[in-house]
């Protein structure tokens, strides 16, 4: 079996596990072997199973199974997919703590193999940055956060209310906070 036959046999197999990935895929940079040798023409040539595959290099194996199913030799090999998409970009320079509204979003084609973490989904809000990001760079999942509906040192009212008393006290917040989440406050009183 030549190179360009194990390269066809290689795309057929990974090709259906690349559907459920959303971007525009493409193998490239096949490391394979020149030639496998068969013993006989019964001899079945595939890939060991694959469960999920994702953008970048690739590695696998090519097994040559006997009639019986028993496997017969095991060759490795890998190539690169690469995963085209639009993610969101910055169209302005982005700092710490800057409020994200649309007009800083924007829409870039970028490699899913070469992005260091998830892309921003955009969803929910309103957003803030938690670090900053350059122009036309990838906005990352890691790098917003909600806006808080309370902020570090501000004061606030502690209220503990049973049927039968009701306690208010000042305090200080410690950390940002949305609503529904614990934060650590400290007692004025």
Known sequence: MHEPAIQALVVK??????AGIEADTQF???RLPSYIFLKH???IVGLEPQKKIAPGRLNFRIIVKEVDGSVAQRIAGSLFMD????????????NK???LEAAHVGRAKMNLAHLRGTPWDGRGGPWRMVRGVGVQQVIYQ???AHIPTMSK???????NKTKTVRLQVQAEALADGVVGE???????Q
Not at 182 to 188: A, D, E, P
């Open 97 to 99: 703590g800057d409020v």
């Open 83 to 94: 995963a085209w998409k639009e993610v969101p970009s910055a169209t302005v320079a982005l």
């Open 153 to 159: 040192c501000s004061i606030i009212s502690l209220m």
């Open 142 to 144: 890691n790098d917003v």
């Open 182 to 188: 614990n934060i650590k406050v400290k007692n004025l």
């Open 28 to 30: 490239t940079d096949f």
């Open 41 to 43: 023409p019964g001899q």
């Open 13 to 18: 197999e990974l090709t259906p596990l690349v």
